[in-house]
């Protein structure tokens, strides 16, 4: 794909950037565009595989997933990682994994509502290697 971005490509992005639901219209009076002018860039970096998709914030404690905890894993052998990656697409407590160098092989951002939760998959991932756990006691946010 051969098309370029340019500075209003750039702005509308940070715009959706800092909020996705803004309309086309109002972003095109921010960047003196039509709003339908808006939604053919938007497109097209979707095209170009600059907007990958649109994401929702939202409150894990306000629905009871109230304890994050950041596990670092170092599997038994170099084996066992199509295990852990089946383990991980098994559980909906995994909300993101890393594979990372230096100490261990993968970072897991974790979400559950109890430590006994939190217990239970540390249990389950035994047989694939040991684990350190590091939690959350607080969210600093972002520039973005």
């Known amino acids: 794909m051969n098309e370029t971005i340019d500075a209003t490509d750039l702005r509308i992005l940070q715009i959706l950037i800092q909020d ?5 219209k109002e ?3 921010e960047v003196h565009l039509t709003g339908q002018a808006v939604g053919a ?13 649109y994401t929702v914030k939202w409150n894990p404690e306000r ?4 304890l994050q905890a950041f596990v670092t894993v170092f599997l038994n052998s170099g084996d066992k990682h199509p295990a852990f990656r089946a383990f991980v697409a098994a559980r909906e407590d995994i909300v993101e994994v890393h594979r990372v160098s230096g ?13 006994e939760q939190l217990g239970e998959l540390l249990e389950a991932l035994l047989p694939l ?3 350190r ?10 520039r973005k």
């Open 133 to 142: 756990v590091n939690l959350s006691i607080g969210v600093e946010k972002s």
């Open 103 to 115: 100490e261990g092989c993968y970072l897991m951002q974790v979400q559950t509502g109890s430590t």
């Open 41 to 53: 860039r938007v497109r097209k970096l979707q095209d170009m595989g600059v907007i990958e998709g």
């Open 129 to 131: 290697g040991n684990y």
């Open 63 to 66: 629905i009871g997933l109230g």
């Open 27 to 29: 972003i095109g009076e």
């Open 20 to 24: 996705a639901k803004r309309s086309n």
